[in-house]
């Protein structure tokens, strides 16, 4: 994907504070050539005016790190034009990171102190000691999550550690809180050890409610959620595999009313069949789809094929009923719908064309999708991203919050496959029939009532499922 085909966003953004001399040059220039540049001026302030000219903060969206760079350059090299100084607008707000803890009661008095810690709080413990369960109500545990990585598998970065993950971390654990009131904490392990991480994960549960696993590369991510889930007694939820499932199959439930086909009665390709690749898949056989093709770099995945490592085994004995063979390129002929998880570019309008009449194509890899929505919107009947620069975002912050907060509320066992097909009708139904249309089939994030939505259902559906020790 070429840069002129990339927004610039606030991702991206930085504030320059430029001395501008008016007799050689004027704001209005200086906003061309940011223009010219193909950047944009979000924001200009004025910090002062003197006799030498005007202190301008100007504020400009770029499309990624070179391209500030550039635009530097630019402002630099202009007549009458002095940068002063520059600031990146996002590792700004990451300084000194972007959570912290608070307390909940504020300890000013002898008194208070007598009861938050010695020697009031003793007797708290004993009761706890005496029926664990009540660990529940008198501690963090009843609202707090453990966000946990290796930092092996960070979304568009690969494999970047531990310590460059925690970012990441944080601003989950931020969007825990700030969408549905869930206190979480970031943890990034130094290890890669599968049972490492299992023995650390356990030997930590009992200060939280919940375990979210998240970006830990594939095929291990598979093995320590697994054996997390038999060895806890409180739900272990890898996000990006199943987050990703559940909101693709309510911004899918919502495409299928738009050209009005069936579940039952589609042929669904899947770019990538990796952990989130594997999730989408059993969500959407849980949701009615019988004819799916996975397809690795390889092609196509089906029974039988030379060289399928055991997840791929595992995973062709449950998809491709017809045993299709040949290339991602192939096997899309007549297809109804395409699902991305993989990587940039894979597809391109020849591919769209041999699709099935009406498709509905779910591109979802980040930042650079399989297929560029400007090639694809005159050959689809929907098209979605995981982007949030285009219509029908596919993000997980729809759905994790308020699955966590629906399973925290009646103290789940486990998050299951009925909690998380109810998640996902959830999100789908808060968009009115009479309100879809090809550009809006998913909710913004923004939508405060889309949380709420999904506690509600998992928490009922725990109930019905048996998972729930608290009606």
Known sequence: MTQGHIVPSASASFTARLHIDTTK????????????????????????????????????????????????QTLSQLEGVELLHLSDRTFLM?????????????????????????????????????????????????????????????????DIGPAAAMPVMEGKAQLFKDFAGVDAFPICLDTKDTDEIVRTVTQIAPAFGGINLEDISAPRCFEIEARLKELLDIPVFHDDQHGTAVCLVAAFLNAMKL????????????AGVGAAGTACTHML??????????????????????????????????????????????????????????????????????????????????????????????????????????????????????????????????INEPMKLAAAHAIASTISDDCLSPDYIIPSVFDATVASSVAAAVQQAAIDSGVARRD
Not at 34 to 62: F, L
Request: aromatic share 4%.
């Open 285 to 414: 056989l849980a949701a009615g789809v019988s004819n799916i093709i996975g397809c690795d770099r390889h092609g196509a995945v089906y029974v039988g094929r030379d060289g399928l490592n055991d997840a791929k085994a595992k995973y062709a004995a449950i998809t491709n009923p017809h045993r299709e063979s040949g290339t991602l390129s192939e096997v899309l002929t007549n297809a109804d719908v395409f699902v991305g998880v993989s990587g940039p570019d894979l597809i391109g309008v020849s591919e769209l064309q041999k699709m099935a009449k009406d498709p509905v194509v779910f591109a979802m890899a980040n930042p650079h999708p399989e297929v560029r929505p400007e090639l694809a919107y005159p050959h689809v009947a929907v098209m979605a991203t995981g982007r949030s620069d285009y219509p029908n975002q596919i993000n997980n912050v729809l759905c994790f919050p308020g699955i966590f907060k629906g399973a925290l509320a009646c103290q789940a066992t486990d």
């Open 25 to 72: 040059n004027s704001l209005v220039n200086v906003v061309q050539a940011v223009a010219d540049g193909d950047g944009m001026v979000a924001a200009m302030d004025t910090v002062r005016v003197d006799r030498s000219g005007t202190t301008q903060d100007i504020t400009i969206y770029a499309h990624g790190d070179d391209h500030q760079k550039q635009l530097e």
């Open 259 to 270: 050209v009005g086909k069936q579940p039952a009665d589609l042929k669904l390709v899947v």
């Open 94 to 158: 990451h300084l000194g990171g972007k959570i912290e803890v608070s307390g909940k009661q504020p300890i000013r008095t002898r008194e208070q102190l007598s009861m938050a810690y010695t020697p009031g709080v003793a007797r708290v413990c004993e009761a706890i000691r005496d029926a664990p369960e009540k660990a529940w109500q008198l501690t963090i545990k009843r609202n707090t999550v453990a966000v946990v990585s290796d930092g092996t598998a960070v979304l568009g970065l690969g």
